[in-house]
């Protein structure tokens, strides 16, 4: 009994160390991701005390201030592309240097505007709820705060670290865009960029998509030295996506954009703090942590240009299954992380985690060969889908 008594206590103080490692990242997450910062619209007062809390933090742990003005670098830009160059909304970064009296510098980025009560952008149709975005993208600032207060500790360090937290991602890269046109260092200096967009939702599988490993010939090397055993990496070569990195890319600069992927809650008043796998953003970031230690001792971060893989495809987009793949799945197929409503999927019986190895006659071995099947057909017309569920192949009739 007492034995028992003294392994329970054991159990319980190396779960309390383990927790006490992502505490500080939990604390971060639950704070932008609060009702009280009603969903970090870009230019809202939510958004501003998300700046002033990662500008605070960053204070603390003894980065220096980079903006244009302080911790600060504001930006106008137009919420309507289309309107001309009238500018109706203001947008601040917030930039912080450590400065290791190094020739070269690694720019590490996140986004930290959401949208608000999803009036722009939401994908939860009439819902005006708060969008929180825990996931979208607490988690990426969460991360960047960990990763600012390890490498400042590390007073040895080869490389200057600019760290970015980016407004107006979600309206267009506007606040990456901002930077790289009127940087507060010389680009020529920045080495590489890293960004970390949505790793808050790290799944059973491990797996972790990571963008941007063809715009140098270092990157597959530095990142399977220190891959951990457990992370399953899904690898795709293109320096261009949906996010911050695709920036600093177009100005000829080494990128990685780290994602471990979308979910029912993206862009929903539902993706919400409770939901965050903290461990899991605690363990991407050891894994950057080490990636810069790393990339610190290559002379120089050698640019190559990679093809966008997504355009290739999505250009002959006619008609849509209504689901949303599975990023990080990294075997045979494309795995579906979830299924919408109303849409062909759902009504021919297609359900979450149903991986997708056939389309009509073309064979899908993974999400591009998916995406160039989904290519061949036309609205209107039908054909079967085949998939695996649960280890066993069921064929589906869908139209489109």
Request: glycine share 8%.
């Amino acid at each position: 009994m007492r034995l028992s008594f003294l392994f329970i206590l054991i159990l319980i103080n190396n779960w309390l160390i383990a927790q006490s490692d992502w505490q500080q990242i939990q604390v971060d997450v639950v704070y932008l991701a609060s009702d009280d910062l009603e969903g970090r619209a870009t230019g809202s007062n939510g958004e501003k005390l998300a700046a002033s809390y990662v500008a605070s933090r960053l204070s603390k742990l003894g980065i220096q201030a980079k903006g244009d003005n302080g911790w600060y670098q504001t930006f106008d830009f137009s919420s309507n592309p289309h309107g001309g160059t009238k500018t109706d909304l203001k947008g601040s970064n917030v930039v912080g240097f450590l400065d290791r009296k190094a020739d070269k510098t690694i720019v590490i980025g996140a986004h930290m505007d959401h949208l608000g009560h999803g009036v722009v952008g939401s994908l939860a149709a009439n819902d005006h709820s708060i969008h929180n975005g825990a996931d979208d993208n607490a988690s990426g600032v969460a991360a960047l705060l960990w990763l600012a207060e390890q490498l400042a500790k590390k007073e040895n360090l080869g490389v200057n670290v600019l760290f970015i937290a980016f407004s107006a991602e979600e309206y267009g890269l506007f606040g990456s865009k901002a930077f790289c046109e009127k940087p507060t260092i010389a680009l020529e200096s920045v080495s590489a960029m890293i960004n970390m967009d949505m790793v808050g939702r790290l799944k059973s599988d491990k797996g972790l998509a990571i963008s941007g490993v063809g715009t140098s010939t270092y990157w597959r090397d530095a990142l399977n030295k220190v891959k951990p055993s457990d992370i399953n990496y899904v690898l795709t070569e293109s320096g261009v996506g949906p996010s911050d990195h695709t920036s600093f890319y177009l100005k000829n600069i080494p990128v990685l954009h780290f994602f471990t992927g979308t979910h029912t809650d993206y862009h929903k008043p539902t993706d919400d703090s409770p939901l965050v796998n903290y461990a899991g953003i605690l363990q991407i970031s050891n894994l950057i942590y080490n990636l810069v230690l790393n990339i610190q001792n290559y002379p120089s971060m050698n640019f190559q240009k990679t093809k966008d893989e997504s355009k290739e495809t999505a250009a002959s987009f006619k008609v849509t299954l209504g689901v949303m793949p599975d990023y990080t799945y990294s075997e045979k197929g494309m795995r579906i992380d979830a299924v919408l409503d109303d849409r062909p999927a759902k009504i021919a019986g297609l359900e979450g985690g149903d991986i997708i190895i056939k389309i009509g006659e073309f064979p899908v071995e993974d999400i591009y060969a998916y995406m160039k099947a989904l290519g061949k057909f036309e609205k209107g017309k039908s054909t079967d889908i085949v998939v695996k569920r649960k280890g066993e192949e069921k064929t589906f009739k869908v139209t489109f």
